[in-house]
């Protein structure tokens, strides 16, 4: 799999649109509004490899949200502030999404990008994720962009090695430094956490006194009911 990405690789694909961003919450509002109207219907179209495309192991969606920092928020104005920007099925649809995408660290403010396996919202409440947790990174500022690339790539190409495990990963954009997290299923699994931890410190090439967090969500939403929805390092 590491063979076909890199392979399918663009050179270019380290350029972007400097008006990404807000075409990105543009299509983001089309996107809610075209779903919208495909949940109303029985049917939805499900997204497959292309012909003589690589297929992924699971199909992956996609998602961005941005806020004003210091603004209480709740459940479902959370929710509602996440955008699905689409959902590949293959390598080469990744990277059709991949390379026309602002990097994190070009992104300003409090911004985030989500990319978690079909079906599981980025949310604490979803029923994938909510006896799960995540280990977090916190970064200093210009390395963003190289370690989401880094992680998702690993994440994509299964190198975690713990089967079904693995929701998603986010990267947070916040203004004195960025973090970077990925979500498993089973916080309470001891031996699959410790995998995790040790295939992220290995994808990340970490320096060894880096400081790794794991957080269970559990956690994450009592800490968010104590200070009544104010900004946490959760994120929310």
């Not at 690589?54 to 961005?64: E, I, M």
């Not at 320096?207 to 946490?232: C, R």
Request: net charge neutral; glycine share 6%.
């Amino acid at each position: 799999m590491n063979n076909k990405f890199d392979a399918l690789k663009d050179d270019d694909s380290g350029d972007h649109d400097q008006n990404e961003e807000n075409s990105t919450q543009k299509d983001g509002e089309k996107e809610k509004n075209d779903r919208d109207k495909s949940q109303s219907s029985t049917k939805r179209k499900a997204v497959v490899p292309g012909p003589a495309e690589h297929p992924l192991q699971y199909n992956y969606t996609f998602w961005y949200s941005r806020r004003t920092p210091g603004r209480p928020t709740s459940s479902q104005s959370y929710e509602q502030n996440i955008k699905q920007i689409g959902t590949f099925a293959s390598v080469e649809q990744f990277w059709r999404f991949y390379s026309h995408m602002v990097r994190p660290g070009d992104l300003t403010g409090h911004s985030d990008f989500h990319l978690f396996k079909e079906g599981i919202k980025p949310m604490w409440e979803d029923d994938a994720n909510k006896n799960g947790g995540k280990w977090i990174i916190r970064l200093r500022k210009g390395l963003a962009s190289r370690c989401w690339e880094n992680l998702i790539l690993a994440m994509l190409g299964e190198q975690f090695m713990v089967g079904e495990e693995i929701c998603g990963a986010v990267v947070s954009v916040r203004f004195q430094e960025d973090i970077i997290s990925i979500w498993n299923k089973t916080a309470s699994d001891q031996a699959t956490t410790a995998r995790i931890r040790d295939t992220l410190r290995r994808v990340l090439n970490l320096p060894p006194n880096t400081i790794m967090e794991y957080k269970t969500h559990t956690d994450s939403i009592k800490a968010w009911e104590e200070f009544h929805g104010l900004v946490n390092s959760s994120g929310r």
